[in-house]
């Protein structure tokens, strides 16, 4: 994979800055299941939460002395041989707002100039919403090209409503390997699958995917839908771990021991130029204090997203309402942190996930500060 090409590309289409500047960046993960596959009656997994690779940034090269103020700061008890998650903070993430020692470290990292960096994925979103995009590129009308994000998030708030009835079908058609003969009986379900839940979005919006699909009724094949391994949603996660090595392609990675990914690895090559690149090591977290400080941070967050993915509107205003000021003032110190990270560079944060999410995360963020002051 030559990293110029697809980078540049990225970069003028989001009008990424400072994305060539050199910086090192930590990283720690967090609900890495390895694979998601659909079985008779729903998931491989129990639980589908988010999936979060995410960490620390600084300016410069490498420096494992630049966290040491910090690291002594919080007092670790001496049996600990490195900093985790649950050192600092228990219990959901807002649970985990009412630690002081979150607060030191979200308060140090904003004083000290550091950043913070994450990719956020709904797995089940991601793994559903190549149905909307193989339909909108093979008809290729304007209309659901604009409101394709607006689509693709209806369709996955349809499919949650009623989670196991969709996976189950989905399974029966052998998704995401549909077969040519059985495209249109597909289509002819994703039609009376929207029907019958039509209640639970705007009538407008229902009708809107009904058409999309209805659409689909005139195409022989689904190319994104077709031709992969029969009920396999993700063989792997390497690459969401790939993208920030080429955006920020100047930049020092550094990431925490992941057996299976580095294997993924051994068996990929960068390139710049037809050279072979590299920017990335993989190491043992202990030695590294940064990668340490980016369980905490991944940890948090993959808590949080979850949270967001999983509970209703009306709850999360319950829940905000009930927040006390030691948990704002601990959530406003990491969204100054997340606001100081993307004034430097957008690049910093990607995530694949519905606009519900996004406006629930907006909403708490908003009603934090507003409340909160």
């Known amino acids: 994979m030559d990293i110029d090409y697809v980078r540049q590309m990225i970069i003028n289409q989001e009008r990424f800055r400072n994305v060539d500047d050199q910086y090192t960046f930590y990283y720690d993960e967090t609900n890495n299941i390895r694979k998601l596959y659909l079985t008779d009656s729903g998931l491989n997994v129990q639980q589908d939460n988010s999936f979060v690779l995410a960490g ?55 004083e000290n100039e550091f950043y913070i960096h994450y990719f956020n994925l709904n797995l089940l979103y991601w793994s ?72 639970n979005l705007p009538t407008y919006r229902a009708e809107v995917l009904k058409s999309l699909f209805e659409r689909a009724l005139q195409l022989d094949e689904l190319p994104f839908i077709s031709g992969f391994h029969g009920k396999e949603l993700i063989d792997n996660f390497m690459v969401f771990y790939l993208q ?78 009930s927040l006390t000021d030691m948990q704002r003032q601990c959530f406003q110190s990491l969204l100054l942190l997340i606001d100081r990270s993307d004034a430097r560079s957008r690049a910093f944060f990607t995530f694949v996930n519905s606009d519900v999410e996004r406006q629930k995360h907006q909403y708490l963020c908003q009603a934090t500060v507003k409340w909160g002051g």
Not at 169 to 197: G, H, M, T
Request: hydrophobic share 40%; aromatic share 14%.
């Open 128 to 199: 559903v919403v190549d149905i909307i995009d193989s339909i909108i590129g093979e008809i290729r009308e304007r209309a659901f090209i604009l409101s394709h994000f607006q689509l693709k998030g209806d369709f996955y708030d349809l499919a949650v409503s009623d989670r196991q009835v969709f996976l189950s079908q989905l399974s029966a058609f052998n998704y995401p390997d549909i077969d040519e003969a059985e495209v249109k009986d597909f289509c002819r379900w994703l039609i009376l699958f929207v029907k019958e839940r039509s209640g």
């Open 244 to 321: 920030k090595l080429y955006i920020f392609k100047n930049s020092r990675h550094v990431f925490d021991e992941e057996e299976q990914i580095q294997s993924l690895f051994k068996g990929f090559s960068l390139a710049e130029n037809g050279k072979p690149y590299k920017n990335h090591e993989f190491v043992k977290s202990h030695d590294y204090l940064g990668v340490q400080l980016s369980d905490v941070i991944a940890g948090f967050l993959g808590k949080y997203f979850t949270y967001i993915k999983d509970t209703s509107s009306e709850q999360l205003i319950s829940d905000i309402a």
């Open 56 to 110: 620390v940034a600084h300016v410069g090269e490498f420096n494992n002395k630049r966290f040491e103020p910090l690291f002594n700061s919080l007092l670790l008890q001496k049996s600990a041989k490195e900093l985790k998650l649950k050192h600092i903070a228990k219990g959901g993430p807002f649970d985990m707002l009412k630690s002081s020692k979150l607060k030191k470290i979200f308060d140090w990292l904003n």
